[in-house]
């Protein structure tokens, strides 16, 4: 019996660990899916990459975190919103930009972002200062649900402005299908348009299976939950960002990888926090309010100066806000 149990225990996490990398391949091809067909709408529209990677690919990436946070609300456990936010924002400037910015270090950005920076970071400290009472309620929802939709209009109204820049100043992207070039222009909006709702669909399965697999395997060999929840569920959350930031930096679209954190990052407290506190009296735990947050805000802080003084990251950039990532996800599990 004994014997059965073991063999029946290693075949579960045998099971385990294949639908962990099918998860992991999932997400490859959802963030090629994305970031491909991204690049082509902004190719076709002859808008900037950065402006589809503030919105489109920001607000596809970050649907994970609003699923999270909004289910966690529906079943009470409200709480869950605030760290997931904060988390998350964390981890797409301490992991995401900074493991990308690893790989592939990012030159020059030729948008001008100075606008986009100052919204994420009026943003951030918005968020900061609503949660100094300890709770976000509906009018604090409805401030943030309206910066949402005020930023997408004057990011809209701004590439409508910006419409007649040249081909040249938008890096082509290769699409390896000559059916696909040989198509109208309506055709392919067509096509890529399903292309970017597929790479996000995706996404979702493939960070889903990917954090469902490694929860179960850590379950296997004995990691306590608390360790999961700090860990592993939280870095799931980050896993389309993090998935589509190497894509984007494999394909050298560095302001689409750019435009994806701080649209992300912007998304999260304004698109997520806003509508979720204009329903449900969002609570923030005191460790939360003089840890977390300050953690956010310095990254955030960093990030701005970073990107508005020189409009590039390089490897040591990178290298200290991922040991700093690395440092504040050991100190929260000594903590916990």
């Known amino acids: 019996m004994e ?21 992991l391949g999932l997400l490859y091809v959802g963030a090629e899916l994305l ?26 990436t970050s649907s994970p975190e ?21 988390g998350s924002n964390i981890a797409n400037i301490g992991l995401v930009l900074a493991f990308s910015t690893l790989l592939r270090p990012i030159r020059r950005i030729k948008a001008n972002i100075r606008e986009e920076l100052i919204w994420v970071l009026a943003a951030t ?10 709770v976000f309620v509906w009018y604090e929802g409805a401030v943030m649900t309206l910066g949402i939709f005020l930023f997408t209009g004057i990011l809209i109204r701004q590439s409508i402005r910006d419409r007649n820049l040249s081909l040249e100043d938008v890096p082509p992207v290769e699409t390896r299908w000559h059916w696909l070039d040989r198509q109208t222009k309506v055709m392919k909006m067509i096509l890529f348009s399903v292309g970017v709702v597929a790479g996000i669909t995706v996404l979702a399965w493939g960070s889903r299976l990917t954090i469902d697999s490694a929860v179960s395997i850590a379950r296997h060999l004995g990691v306590s ?3 999961i929840g700090l860990t592993m569920v939280a870095f ?9 930031g190497i894509i984007s930096v494999a394909k050298k679209e560095n302001e689409i990888l750019v435009g994806n954190v701080i649209g992300s990052n912007l998304f999260n407290i304004l698109g997520v926090a806003g509508p979720i506190a204009l ?11 003089v840890f977390d947050f300050p953690v956010m805000m310095v ?25 700093a990532y690395i440092f504040y996800i050991l100190y929260t599990i000594w903590a916990g």
């Not at 067909?37 to 607000?59: D, N």
């Not at 329903?279 to 309010?289: D, M, S």
């Not at 990254?299 to 990107?307: G, K, N």
């Not at 020189?310 to 806000?321: D, E, H, P, Q, V």
Request: proline share 2%; charged share 10%.
């Open 3 to 23: 014997v059965s149990c073991i063999q029946w225990n290693f075949f579960d996490m045998l099971i385990e660990v294949v639908l962990f990398f099918c998860g």
């Open 35 to 60: 970031v491909g067909s991204a690049s082509r709408i902004a190719l076709l529209l002859k808008v900037a990459p950065i402006v589809v990677g503030l919105t489109v690919v920001a607000f596809g």
């Open 66 to 86: 609003f699923l999270v946070s909004f289910i966690a609300a529906v079943r009470g456990q409200i709480d869950v919103s605030v760290g997931n936010i904060v």
């Open 125 to 134: 400290l918005l968020f900061w200062f609503f949660a100094w009472d300890n």
């Open 225 to 227: 939950q608390i360790v």
């Open 236 to 244: 799931g959350t980050s896993l389309p960002e993090l998935a589509t």
């Open 279 to 289: 329903f449900f009296k969002i609570p923030v735990r005191e460790h939360a309010l």
């Open 299 to 323: 990254f955030t802080v960093l990030l701005f100066i970073a990107l508005w003084v020189y409009k590039s990251l390089n490897r040591l950039f990178g290298f200290l806000f991922f040991a």
